[in-house]
C-alpha cells in the first residue's frame, strides 16, 4: 500500500509540474480571489484581521475545488482509465497516493494564500506563522475528503456535483480551521481546533482506505 | 480440469448489463494461447463491452467465464487485470508525462525491471521521442507508445480496441508485425475491428458480434 501510495503521489506531482496547472493557474486566481476579498471589505484594518482567516478558507475551499477535479481529470479519459485500472493497484495505495499528491499541492498554495492574508488581508504574521501547523492539517484533511468525493463525483459529467456534494464534509474543517486561525491572530488556545481537523484528517484516512476500492468500482 | 483444452479466456452465455441495458447478451468465445482473435462488429455492437469483459474492467452480469484462469464470476478482478494488456482508442497513458516517464510509471506498479523500457521504446521505433510529452505525439505514435506500455507489461492477453484507427499503411503493417510477434511468444491477443483484419498472414479467428451477441464465429 505504501509503495502505491508513494508511485502515485510520484506521478501526480510530477504531471502537476509538467502542466504547470498550479503555478499558472490555480494559484493566480487564489490571489486574485483573496485581493478581491480584500477590495470587498475596503480599506478600514481592523475588519480586515477579523475576517481575514475566514475569508483566507474560503479562497482555500474555492482553490481545492478546482484542484479536486484536477486531480481527478488526470485519469478521467476512458483510455487512461482503463489502461491505469488494468494495472491492478491497490486501492487504499491509490487513495494515500492521491490525497498526499493533493495535500501538498494544497499546501503550496495555502502557503501563497497565508502570504497574501497577511499583505491583504493585514493578519499578523506571527500569529499567522503560529497557526500553520493547523493550517497544515486542515488542508491534509481537506486532500483527503476531496480524493474521496472526487472518486464519487468521478467523470467529467458529474464534476460539477463535487461542490455541492462536498460542502456537507468540508464544512467542518472549514469551521473548525477558521477558529483555530481565529484564535491565533486573537492569542487564545488553538489546540482544541487543531486536535479537531486531526481527527478529521484521521477518520477521512481511515474511511478512504476502507471504501476507495468501492467508489473506484463503481 | 484436465478434462478442457488449455484456454486463455473461456466465456459461456455471458452477459453484461449496463442500468439494465444489455451490452454482452450471451456470448460465448474461447481464446487459445497464442492466437488472435479479431472480434468485429457495427457501432454498439458489444465489441468493447467484450473487450472490458476480458480484462476485468466490467462485472460479468450472468453466464460463466474464466479469463487466464481467473473465474469472472467469483475471482479476484484486480488480479485478472495485472495480466492482461489494455489498449484503448483513445490515449491509454498520461498525456503530461513523457515516453519514458509513463512506461517508467506502468513498469513500477507491475514489479518489472526498468531495464525493459529502452528495448520496449526502441521495438516500437519511439527512440528519437523518448523524452517528449505524450500529448505532442502523433496519433500514430500515440499508438505505439501504448504497444510500448503493452510490451513492458508482458501481458499474458493483451487486448485492443480498434487499434488500427488512425493509423497509416505503415502502422497498420507495423501492428501486424508485433501482433504475429506477440502470438509466436505465446501470449494471446484479441482485437477489436469494424472489419475483418487485411493480413491473411495473421490468420485470425474472426467473431463477429451483433447486438451483444455473436452471430458468426469463423475458423
Known amino acids: 500500500m505504501i509503495t502505491t501510495a508513494w508511485l502515485v503521489a510520484r506521478k501526480d506531482l510530477l504531471i502537476e509540474a509538467r502542466s504547470r496547472v498550479l503555478i499558472w493557474q490555480v494559484v493566480p486566481f487564489g490571489v486574485m480571489a483573496l485581493l478581491l476579498s480584500g477590495l470587498a471589505l475596503g480599506p478600514t484594518r481592523a475588519g480586515h484581521s477579523g475576517a481575514g482567516p475566514g475569508l483566507f478558507y474560503l479562497v482555500t475551499l474555492l482553490v481545492a475545488i478546482l484542484m479536486i477535479n484536477r486531480n481527478r481529470a488526470i485519469e478521467s479519459s476512458p483510455g487512461t482509465h482503463a489502461s491505469v485500472a488494468t494495472l491492478g493497484l491497490d486501492p487504499a495505495g491509490v487513495f494515500l497516493g492521491k490525497t498526499l499528491a493533493l495535500a501538498v499541492e494544497l499546501w503550496v498554495t495555502a502557503a501563497v494564500l497565508l502570504a497574501g492574508a497577511v499583505l491583504v488581508l493585514h493578519l499578523p504574521l506571527g500569529a499567522t506563522l503560529s497557526a500553520a501547523p493547523s493550517v497544515l492539517v486542515t488542508v491534509a484533511a481537506l486532500a483527503a475528503a476531496g480524493t474521496l468525493y472526487g472518486a464519487l463525483t468521478g467523470g467529467d459529467a458529474s464534476a460539477t456535483l463535487l461542490p455541492v456534494l462536498s460542502l456537507p464534509a468540508f464544512a467542518p474543517l472549514l469551521i473548525a480551521g477558521e477558529r483555530s486561525l481565529s484564535a491565533a491572530v486573537t492569542h487564545q488556545g488553538l489546540w482544541q481546533w487543531w486536535v479537531l481537523d486531526v481527527v478529521a484528517l484521521v477518520a477521512y484516512l481511515a474511511i478512504g482506505i476502507l471504501l476507495y476500492a468501492v467508489l473506484e468500482e463503481t | ?219
Open chain 2, 1 to 219: 480440469m484436465a478434462d478442457q483444452p488449455a484456454s486463455v479466456a473461456r466465456l459461456r452465455d455471458a452477459v453484461v448489463l449496463s442500468a439494465g441495458f444489455p451490452l454482452l447478451a450471451g456470448v460465448d468465445l474461447d481464446v487459445t494461447p497464442g492466437s488472435l482473435t479479431v472480434v468485429t462488429g457495427p457501432n454498439g455492437a458489444g465489441k468493447t463491452s467484450l473487450l472490458r469483459l476480458l480484462g476485468g474492467l466490467v462485472a460479468l452480469s450472468s453466464g460463466s467465464g474464466t479469463v487466464v484462469g481467473i473465474d469472472l464470476a467469483t475471482g479476484d478482478r484486480r488480479l485478472l487485470r495485472r495480466r492482461v494488456g489494455w489498449l484503448g482508442h483513445e490515449g491509454s497513458f498520461y498525456d503530461d508525462l513523457s515516453v519514458t516517464e509513463n512506461l517508467r510509471f506502468a513498469a513500477r506498479a507491475l514489479g518489472r525491471p526498468l531495464d525493459d523500457l529502452d528495448a520496449a521504446i526502441e521495438r516500437v521505433g519511439l527512440g528519437a521521442r523518448r523524452r517528449t510529452a505524450a500529448r505532442r505525439l502523433s496519433a500514430g505514435q500515440r499508438r505505439r507508445l501504448g504497444l510500448a506500455w503493452l510490451l513492458v507489461r508482458r501481458a499474458e492477453l493483451w487486448l485492443l480496441d480498434e487499434p488500427y484507427a488512425s493509423l497509416d499503411d505503415e502502422g497498420r503493417e507495423f501492428f501486424d508485425v508485433l501482433i504475429g510477434e506477440v502470438c509466436a511468444g505465446g501470449a494471446s491477443v484479441v482485437v477489436s475491428a469494424h472489419d475483418p483484419l487485411r493480413s491473411a498472414a495473421l490468420a485470425p479467428r474472426t467473431v463477429r458480434l451483433v447486438g451483444g451477441r455473436v452471430v458468426a464465429p469463423t475458423a
